[in-house]
């Protein structure tokens, strides 16, 4: 029934801005120079709109719990939906860790700028449960704070442009040199920052994934995911000229830079710790969101038998994937340790799960993308409120760009190999791979000896009735 269903027009916005606002890395994208401005103008056409238009037309058509996984299961089996879901849901466990180093560098270098390193890694390891405990509430009870986290992204972009606002009209020069000369994007550049600009280009499916919570997924998943797209590359634009005209790029900090921003602009203690608090609760309720999202799908995954048991456990009130949920947070806790004694500081570590979580993050969507090919060739007859233009041709462009930047994130052609970077990250990478590939076939080959067990249980008892016969 409609009236039991837990989101909105309004939930769905919100939670998608949760989702693909990544107010954590403004600072990371902006370090590309003033170059950034038209770079989001070209990602935005060649990515970010037709990922859009492709994610709104499969979230309008395959309304079901799991979104993605859904997808994919329908497209190639649940095999492959099972290696999509282990993907999914480990990204989510390896990259949560470096939202919360980020989180407790932000929260530490802010408020408490004398506490120690370990200190902060200790803070990460609180917030990670935190999370853990806020996802597995009912989204009935859970969804205002994602609401409150949507609201609170949008005004911290509208801030930080507004930094750039206030610059000017106290008569101030750019600090940055803003020209159309600097603003010209070059190949190398393309090269070397591709990757952390399509990456805040995804995500836009993460609220398909609870579409069976929805009042009408048909209708509002599709006008959701697009106007969400415009709304980001608008807030993204902003922020980063925001940015560029009040503090020098080199004297900004991964972590701390948007309250320096914030600071210079407006000379203000308060102006500045309230941005701040703003910036802290969005990032906050960014990791409850994709938390939800891997989890939902690594619990379709697990109740499916194409991953462990343990992760197809849900919570009696709300149905959430506890099980999913508190094996991330035990990863997360563990892979913050482990990083924790290897990085120098908060930005290292940040930046280093960053690059390694990335490369994961994105195969899930060229998976995604080639099931979307094979929908819609199997599947046509599947009423599709939204048909995206071009569908079949904008996912193969999507597939590429999406490759591209992988590569990219280990090497940027033109440049040395660093292999004291890049190698532990291709380890990693393989290491993630072999354990989601070893799991799927123990798994497999327990299923095949169980319904031949079963198969055995049934002759027996065939033959017993005949000779009671």
């Known amino acids: 029934m409609e009236e039991n269903k837990a989101l909105g027009k309004l939930d769905i916005v919100c939670g998608i801005i949760c989702a693909i606002l990544f107010a954590d890395v403004i600072i990371s994208n902006t370090s590309i120079g003033p170059s950034v401005i038209v770079w989001w103008l070209i990602i935005g056409v060649v990515f970010f709109i037709p990922n859009g238009l492709v994610t709104a037309e499969l979230s309008g058509a395959y309304p079901e719990k799991g979104g993605i996984y859904g997808w994919v299961n329908k497209a190639f089996g649940s095999r492959w939906a099972g290696r999509l879901s282990w993907l999914y849901w480990i990204n989510c466990a390896l990259w949560m860790p470096s939202g919360f180093i980020w989180f407790s560098g932000?929260?530490?270098?802010?408020?408490?700028?004398?506490?120690?390193?370990?200190?902060?890694?200790?803070?990460?390891?609180?917030?990670?449960?935190?999370?853990?405990?806020?996802?597995?509430?009912?989204?009935?009870?859970?969804?205002?704070?994602?609401?409150?986290?949507?609201?609170?992204?949008?005004?911290?972009?509208?801030?930080?442009?507004?930094?750039?606002?206030?610059?000017?009209?106290?008569?101030?020069?750019?600090?940055?040199?803003?020209?159309?000369?600097?603003?010209?994007?070059?190949?190398?550049?393309?090269?070397?920052?591709?990757?952390?600009?399509?990456?805040?280009?995804?995500?836009l499916e993460v609220l398909a994934m609870s579409a069976h919570e929805m009042k009408n997924p048909r209708k509002d998943l599709p006008m959701a995911v697009i106007g969400v797209v415009i709304?980001?590359?608008?807030?993204?634009?902003?922020?980063?000229?925001?940015?560029?005209?009040?503090?020098?790029?080199?004297?900004?900090?991964?972590?701390?830079?948007?309250?320096?921003?914030?600071?210079?602009?407006?000379?203000?203690?308060?102006?500045?710790?309230?941005?701040?608090?703003?910036?802290?609760?969005?990032?906050?309720?960014?990791?409850?969101?994709?938390?939800?999202?891997?989890?939902?799908?690594?619990?379709?995954?697990?109740?499916?038998?194409?991953?462990?048991?343990?992760?197809?456990?849900?919570?009696?009130?709300?149905?959430?994937?506890?099980?999913?949920?508190?094996?991330?947070?035990?990863?997360?806790?563990?892979?913050?340790?482990?990083?924790?004694?290897?990085?120098?500081?908060?930005?290292?570590?940040?930046?280093?799960?960053?690059?390694?979580?990335?490369?994961?993050?994105?195969?899930?969507?060229?998976?995604?993308?080639?099931?979307?090919?094979?929908?819609?060739?199997?599947?046509?007859?599947?009423?599709?409120?939204?048909?995206?233009?071009?569908?079949?041709?904008?996912?193969?462009?999507?597939?590429?760009?999406?490759?591209?930047?992988?590569?990219?994130?280990?090497w940027v052609p033109g440049q040395p190999f660093d292999a004291a970077y890049s190698v532990p990250i291709l380890v990693g990478l393989g290491l993630t791979l072999g354990v989601g590939e070893f799991i799927q076939r123990v798994l497999a080959r327990k299923r095949v000896e169980g319904e031949a067990q079963d198969s055995g249980r049934n002759d027996d008892q065939a033959l017993l009735v005949e000779n009671q016969g």
Not at 178 to 200: E, K
Not at 283 to 300: D, K, L
Request: proline fraction near 4%; include cysteine.
């Open 231 to 410: 709304l980001a590359i608008a807030m993204n634009i902003f922020a980063s000229w925001g940015v560029l005209q009040t503090v020098p790029l080199e004297s900004l900090d991964l972590v701390t830079g948007i309250g320096t921003v914030a600071s210079v602009a407006f000379g203000s203690e308060l102006i500045r710790n309230m941005v701040l608090v703003l910036l802290l609760f969005g990032v906050f309720v960014q990791m409850i969101t994709w938390s939800i999202a891997g989890g939902r799908g690594a619990a379709e995954a697990g109740q499916a038998g194409e991953l462990p048991a343990v992760f197809g456990k849900e919570t009696k009130r709300g149905g959430m994937p506890v099980g999913a949920l508190v094996i991330s947070g035990i990863v997360s806790t563990v892979t913050i340790v482990v990083y924790g004694f290897m990085a120098e500081s908060a930005s290292d570590l940040f930046f280093t799960l960053l690059a390694f979580s990335s490369i994961i993050f994105f195969m899930p969507y060229v998976i995604m993308f080639a099931a979307y090919i094979r929908l819609k060739k199997t599947d046509a007859q599947t009423e599709r409120p939204f048909k995206a233009p071009f569908g079949v041709a904008l996912s193969v462009v999507c597939t590429a760009v999406l490759v591209a930047a992988m590569v990219l994130f280990v």
């Open 106 to 203: 932000a929260l530490c270098g802010a408020f408490f700028p004398d506490m120690g390193y370990l200190a902060q890694v200790a803070v990460s390891i609180v917030i990670t449960w935190v999370t853990v405990f806020v996802a597995s509430m009912p989204m009935t009870e859970s969804k205002w704070i994602v609401n409150l986290g949507g609201i609170a992204k949008v005004l911290i972009f509208l801030a930080v442009g507004a930094c750039g606002i206030a610059m000017v009209l106290q008569g101030a020069a750019p600090a940055n040199e803003l020209s159309v000369h600097t603003m010209m994007p070059t190949f190398d550049q393309g090269l070397q920052y591709l990757p952390v600009i399509v990456y805040c280009c995804c995500g």
